[in-house]
C-alpha cells in the first residue's frame, strides 16, 4: 500500500536540506562580534591563556568585555553546572554576552583570578577538546583557592584562528574532588595528565 507523505514533513525536509547545502561562511567571516586580536586565536595555548586572563582582574577593575566576546564563535555557549536542594545536577546554557551579564558584577565587585594548574588536550583536524583544571581567588595573593574545577572546553580552527565553541564546568565539591589524573603531576610525574 502507498502511504502519503504529509506536507509539513515535507517542507521540514526540504528547509533541512537546504540549510545543510548552503555554503559555509568563508574562514575567519564568522565572527559577529569584535575583531580578535590574532595573538590571542592563534593557537589553543593563546586561546586558553586569553579566556582565563580576559575574566580575571582585581576588584573594582572592569573586564575587557570586547576581548572576551572576540574569543567565542557566534552560536558559542558557556554551561555552568550547578547542584540543587534535591542533591542532583543541573546545567545552564549561556550566550557569552549573557555570561558577562549575569557574572561580570560579581566578577568586578570581588576580585577574580581564575588559572589553568593543568590541561588534557585531544585534537583531531579542525576541532579540539581541552579539559583545563583551574583554580580560583580572589586577589594574587590569597594563599589558597577560594574554588578549583575542570572546565570542559570545545575549539574549533576554521582555517585562520582558533574558536571557542563551547565552556562547559563543573566546580569541586566535598563528593566530588578533581581526581588527581586531572591535576599537575597527576600521573606520578612531571608529564601532562590524563
Same mark, same amino acid.
Given at each position: 500500500? !502507498?502511504?502519503?507523505?504529509?506536507?509539513?514533513?515535507?517542507?521540514?525536509?526540504?528547509?533541512?536540506?537546504?540549510?545543510?547545502?548552503?555554503?559555509?561562511?568563508?574562514?575567519?567571516?564568522?565572527?559577529?562580534?569584535?575583531?580578535?586580536?590574532?595573538?590571542?586565536?592563534? +593557537?589553543?595555548?593563546?586561546?586558553?591563556?586569553?579566556?582565563?586572563?580576559?575574566?580575571?582582574?582585581?576588584?573594582?577593575?572592569?573586564?575587557?568585555?570586547?576581548? /572576551?566576546?572576540?574569543?567565542?564563535?557566534?552560536?558559542?555557549?558557556?554551561?555552568?553546572?550547578?547542584?540543587?536542594?534535591?542533591?542532583?545536577? $543541573?546545567?545552564?546554557?549561556?550566550?557569552?554576552?549573557?555570561?558577562?551579564?549575569?557574572?561580570?558584577?560579581?566578577?568586578?565587585?570581588?576580585? /577574580?583570578?581564575?588559572?589553568?594548574?593543568?590541561?588534557?588536550?585531544?585534537?583531531?583536524? +579542525?576541532?579540539?577538546? $581541552?579539559? +583545563?583544571?583551574?583554580?580560583?581567588?580572589?586577589?594574587?595573593?590569597?594563599?589558597?583557592?577560594?574554588?578549583?574545577?575542570?572546565?570542559?572546553?570545545?575549539? /574549533? !580552527?576554521?582555517?585562520?584562528?582558533?574558536?571557542?565553541?563551547?565552556?562547559?564546568?563543573?566546580?569541586?565539591?566535598?563528593?566530588?574532588?578533581?581526581? +588527581?589524573?586531572?591535576?599537575?603531576?597527576?600521573?606520578?610525574?612531571?608529564?601532562?595528565?590524563?
Amino acid at each position: 500500500m !502507498h502511504q502519503r507523505v504529509k506536507p509539513r514533513h515535507t517542507i521540514a525536509a526540504i528547509a533541512l536540506a537546504a540549510a545543510l547545502a548552503a555554503p559555509a561562511p568563508p574562514a575567519g567571516a564568522q565572527n559577529a562580534g569584535p575583531a580578535a586580536r590574532a595573538a590571542d586565536v592563534a +593557537s589553543i595555548d593563546a586561546i586558553m591563556a586569553a579566556v582565563y586572563d580576559a575574566i580575571s582582574g582585581p576588584a573594582g577593575q572592569a573586564r575587557n568585555r570586547e576581548r /572576551f566576546l572576540s574569543l567565542f564563535h557566534p552560536q558559542a555557549r558557556l554551561i555552568p553546572t550547578n547542584r540543587v536542594a534535591d542533591g542532583g545536577r $543541573v546545567a545552564r546554557a549561556l550566550t557569552p554576552e549573557e555570561y558577562i551579564t549575569r557574572s561580570g558584577p560579581v566578577l568586578e565587585r570581588d576580585g /577574580f583570578f581564575e588559572v589553568e594548574i593543568a590541561r588534557c588536550i585531544e585534537q583531531y583536524g +579542525s576541532i579540539a577538546h $581541552v579539559f +583545563s583544571t583551574y583554580e580560583s581567588r580572589r586577589t594574587l595573593q590569597d594563599e589558597k583557592p577560594f574554588a578549583r574545577g575542570i572546565n570542559s572546553f570545545q575549539l /574549533f !580552527h576554521d582555517g585562520t584562528r582558533w574558536w571557542v565553541v563551547t565552556i562547559f564546568w563543573e566546580g569541586e565539591s566535598a563528593d566530588r574532588p578533581i581526581p +588527581s589524573k586531572y591535576l599537575p603531576g597527576g600521573r606520578g610525574g612531571t608529564e601532562p595528565p590524563c
